[in-house]
């Protein structure tokens, strides 16, 4: 039976891609920072990328890495290390999702995710890197946290082509268990939205109400957005499931929570 290890797979995204490659016949093993004891068959080890102690063991035996763990810093040195244990190892393939727009927006989360995807590209382990669009998840806790404010900023032009995690969980399934195939196409959600509308349906949803006031992006970031040069238009895989079938699954939750 072949091992396969996901990092960040008690994660967002994680927690979808773990019975898909279970269910594949694949031995997992999962890292974190935590440990965990689910009885679901999966090996769980607590190991911080950005110190590493313990990743050599992790890898050890490891066939395919499916490289998903991630935070607001230091996503490079982690990526970094784990390659540099995955080379040691003899690690057949190295699967890792990056950000779309990550080589063209001028924050310091996407020079990080930008540091990380060359690490993965620059290795000696046969590789598979997808760049994907916001998910919903993400798309709805940007919007919570904008609406705890009482009036809402609001960035004109920007656009958005928020993904489902489920369909990124599917395609990521899908490479971690094919060959490697080096860079493959963005996945992006199937339709694009401003981030007025995404904030007014998670409004809608929730019931509540909010001014809002347009706030300008300056500087280069405001210059690639208000050119949609964040999105992917052309050549990208569409996920399946839309932002309004998300949001009515969180509206019939908030309504069942009461
Ligand atoms: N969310 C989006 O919209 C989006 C869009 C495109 C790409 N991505 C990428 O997709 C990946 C997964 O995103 P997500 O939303 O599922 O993230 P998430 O819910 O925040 O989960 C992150 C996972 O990484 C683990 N982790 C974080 N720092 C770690 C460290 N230093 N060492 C070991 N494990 C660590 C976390 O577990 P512990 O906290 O227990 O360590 C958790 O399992 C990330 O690489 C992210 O950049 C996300």
Redesign the pocket.
């Known amino acids: 039976m072949s091992t396969i290890l996901v ?8 927690r979808q891609v773990v019975p898909l490659v279970q269910a594949a016949g694949w031995d997992v093993r ?5 440990t965990h004891d689910r009885g679901d068959g999966v090996e769980y080890l607590a ?4 110190r590493a102690d313990g990743l050599d063991a992790a890898v050890d035996g490891v066939d395919v890495v499916l ?5 607001p810093k ?2 490079e040195v ?1 990526t970094r290390n784990l390659v540099q244990a995955a080379e040691r190892a003899g690690v057949k393939h190295l699967v890792h ?4 727009a990550v080589d063209k927006l001028p924050f310091t989360y996407f020079k990080s ?1 930008l540091g ?1 995807e060359e690490a993965v590209r620059g290795s000696s382990v046969p590789w598979t890197v997808v ?5 919903h ?3 709805w806790k940007t919007a919570q946290a904008i609406a705890k404010l009482p009036v809402m900023p609001m960035p004109s032009g920007v656009r958005l082509q ?2 489902d ?1 489920r369909d ?1 969980a599917e395609r990521l399934a899908e490479l971690a268990l094919g060959e490697p195939a080096g860079l493959v196409p963005d996945l992006v959600g199937p339709k694009v939205y401003s981030m007025a509308e995404l904030a007014r349906d998670y409004l809608n949803a929730t019931g509540k109400h909010r001014l809002s006031l347009p706030i300008r992006v300056p500087g280069k970031a405001g210059k690639i957005y208000r050119a949609d040069g964040n999105l992917t238009l052309r050549g990208a895989d569409v996920g399946t499931r839309t932002w309004e079938d998300y949001v009515a699954e969180r509206t019939s939750a908030v309504r069942q929570a009461g």
């Open positions: 990092t960040g797979g008690t994660g967002t995204l994680g999962v890292l974190s920072r935590h190991v911080d990328l950005l490289h998903l763990a991630g935070g230091g996503d982690g999702i990056s950000v779309t995710k990380a760049r994907v669009a916001q998910f998840d993400f798309a928020p993904v995690a990124v």
